[in-house]
């Protein structure tokens, strides 16, 4: 497994929670994560470059939730906060060798995903 992903739960509208990706291999370039809701397709949430120079977070979560990582470690993770139910989704992190800029917005940037961990964010 190449992509950990943890840190789902339950949490309540406006809370927090902070979501990990480990990755098991080699550091790859660009992260990004992503979440798919119930009956709704893969949904961009945000992505990161190398050297953290260039991150992209989607409208919806902008202002709310930060994408940061660790090289260090081999890590990046996801914080959100003032949490909404619409936020209620399982979410994947994802990576790749090559950062594409603001194309890091599509799943088809990235080739390696991790299994997805569940937030549930209750009203």
């Known amino acids: 497994v190449q992509l950990q992903a943890s840190g789902g739960g339950l949490v309540q509208a406006g809370g927090s929670l902070r979501l990990s990706c480990a990755a098991s291999r080699r550091p790859f370039r660009t992260y990004g994560w992503f979440r798919q809701a119930p009956g709704k397709g893969l949904e961009f949430v945000a992505a990161?470059?190398?050297?953290?120079?260039?991150?992209y977070v989607a409208d919806p979560v902008k202002g709310r939730f930060t994408i940061s990582r660790d090289n260090a470690k081999d890590t990046v993770n996801l914080q959100m906060n003032k949490l909404k139910p619409e936020d209620t989704a399982v979410y994947y992190c994802?990576?790749?060798?090559?950062?594409?800029?603001?194309?890091?917005?599509?799943?088809?940037?990235?080739?390696?995903w991790g299994q997805g961990t569940q937030l549930t964010v209750s009203s």
């Open positions: 994802a990576a790749d060798e090559i950062f594409r800029g603001t194309s890091s917005s599509a799943p088809s940037s990235f080739g390696s």
């Open positions: 990161i470059s190398s050297g953290s120079y260039y991150t």
